[in-house]
């Protein structure tokens, strides 16, 4: 079973890595949706703990929020990578880009 699954993983990678070479966009905005999943499951972990009303601890919580942040960035990155022309100069008045 776990073959079965380490070729899902596998081909799934390889999809969302044709995804980002062809649709930057579309893919920017899944790694959005990755990224509020990962803050959400770092806030309301789905683990037995929760039921002695405990929390996590400290680190595994500054981990998730780190990780959540990083996928959030380079979504947002992918998304303006992607966007089209008439789009980006929108995205640039919010987002400004300056290179040093």
């Known amino acids: 079973m776990a073959v079965i699954g380490i070729f899902v993983t596998v081909c799934l990678g390889l999809f969302f890595y044709w995804l980002r070479c062809r649709r930057q966009l579309v893919y920017g ?15 309301y972990p789905q683990t037995n703990y929760l039921q002695d009303n405990s929390s996590p601890p400290w680190w595994a919580q500054s981990v998730g929020i780190s990780a959540g942040i990083y ?6 990155d992918n998304i303006h990578k992607g966007l089209p022309p008439k789009w980006r100069c929108k995205w640039e008045r919010i987002f400004p880009v300056t290179f040093v």
């Open 29 to 43: 905005l899944v790694e959005l949706v990755v990224a509020l999943a990962v803050i959400i499951l770092t806030f």
């Open 71 to 76: 996928v959030m960035v380079r979504g947002l």
